[in-house]
């Protein structure tokens, strides 16, 4: 009786204590994704060095607005998500312009990993030789990962363990030969005479402030761990950390294989996914680079997209009070997933574009409003479970994070900056 009941308390010691990898593989998971593919294109502007320089920036700006999230969040029940908390903080007004951005933002994302599962799908089975519709493929794996998402947070951790595990292992077997191939004249630019970079600079924000999203996680971590911040925090950290980390050797194999002035004709044929893909292929000529590549983008997206739903989907259960039954989950998951598959279905090519207009509305929800509940939240109670470092200055700063972010966007949309 004694070891049964010692069994018992062990196994409700592992439910109540989940693992740090699968919180920060939920983190990293949604972080890097098809998202990571569209920074050499948008980046190539300012090249190598100044890419470096934005995405530390950004990833030291996004972790502190997540940990504010978190700082706010701990004073709620948990499942408590943004329109509980920015309501009782900030008030209607707030809370109103917040959930528009937290709803465009996680649907747009959604919309644009339909968009880019298509676009992967078909040109994975194109080079077996079949002809696959891009609007199926991205149908039929989004009902897959609305399954997923539907069953639980705990089966989309394990999930998001295993696609980022293989993701994480075919990204060094890629990267491996991709790496062996740069040649420093094209990763550092040395044949352009008098190159200009900082004119681009600004226009890059937004897609490094999309590219570094997690925040909707946020909530989902709480209801995962319940109030333990330690350990959250941790995830965020690692998942983040890894997340840039992997950008930078993403970048230094794509940037060190194809020159700068190649990244005009990607764009211009719209930067999807495939056409990267094909381009870095075409290049190393390598029939086995081109599937490793391929499988990559396949595991890319498939973690993306599971982290990015997850966080709409809790959003979506706190805004409607849906319960946690099957019925409930059932549906959450269909307000999460229709709008977007009938978006992927209409339109089917948009990644590029969605991507940018997620990182304006991200400005809100994942800077501004973040930086304004730890504020909020340190008048109200004080931060007894735990407060982000930094005091006021580190609130201004991912406050102007935030609205630069937004100005860049702004203008880029008006044409205003120059693009390359």
């Known amino acids: 009786m004694a070891q049964t009941t010692l069994e018992d308390q062990v196994t409700a010691a592992k439910i109540k204590n989940p693992s740090l990898l699968g919180g920060a593989m939920i983190i990293a998971g949604t972080i890097v994704g098809a998202g990571m593919f569209s920074l050499p294109v948008v980046m190539s502007g300012i090249w190598f060095y100044w890419s470096i320089a934005v995405l530390v920036f950004t990833w030291f700006c996004m972790l502190h607005s997540g940990l504010m999230i978190l700082e706010a969040n701990l004073n709620y ?236 989907f809790d959003y979506l259960a706190d805004l409607f009070k849906f319960d946690d039954s099957r019925l409930g989950r059932g549906k959450t998951a269909v307000i999460t997933f229709l709008p977007p598959i009938l978006g992927g279905l209409i339109y089917p090519d948009g990644f590029i574009y969605a991507i940018g207009y997620a990182g304006l509305a991200a400005t809100v929800w994942a800077a501004i409003v973040p930086a304004l509940l730890a504020r909020a939240s340190r008048k109200r109670f004080g931060s007894p479970l735990y407060r982000v470092w930094g005091g006021t200055p580190l609130i201004v700063l991912i406050l102007l994070f935030g609205a630069i972010n937004a100005i860049a966007h702004i203008l880029s949309s008006l044409n205003l900056l120059p693009t390359y």
Not at 204 to 228: D, E, I, Q, R, W
Request: aromatic share 12%; proline share 4%; with cysteine.
């Open 77 to 312: 029940h948990t499942g408590a998500s943004f329109d509980t908390i920015t309501k009782d903080l900030l008030g209607n007004g707030w809370n109103i312009v917040n959930g528009l951005t937290v709803a465009f933002v996680l649907y747009i994302l959604t919309y644009a990993y339909i968009s880019a599962s298509g676009s992967v799908i078909q040109h994975t089975l194109r080079g077996m030789g079949i002809d696959f519709p891009a609007r199926l493929g991205g149908l039929f794996f989004a009902l897959f990962v609305a399954f997923i998402v539907w069953l639980s947070t705990t089966a989309v951790s394990r999930m998001t363990t295993i696609v980022l595990g293989a993701k994480i292992l075919t990204f060094f077997m890629t990267f491996g030969g991709l790496l062996g191939h740069v040649e420093p004249v094209k990763l550092f630019n040395l044949s352009e005479a008098n190159p200009s970079y900082l004119p681009y600079l600004l226009m890059t924000l937004p897609f490094c402030l999309a590219s570094f999203g997690y925040h909707g996680n946020v909530p989902s971590l709480m209801k995962y761990y319940g109030k333990n911040p330690r350990r959250i925090r941790n995830c965020l950290l690692i998942g983040t950390l890894l997340a840039l980390t992997l950008y930078i050797i993403w970048l230094v194999g794509t940037m060190g294989n194809i020159p700068r002035p190649q990244f005009r004709e990607i764009a211009s044929q719209g930067g999807n996914i495939d056409v990267l893909v094909s381009a870095l292929g075409g290049i190393l000529q390598s029939s086995s680079m081109d599937l490793l590549l391929t499988v990559f983008s396949n595991f890319a997206v498939a973690s993306s997209f599971l982290g990015v739903t997850l966080g709409l």
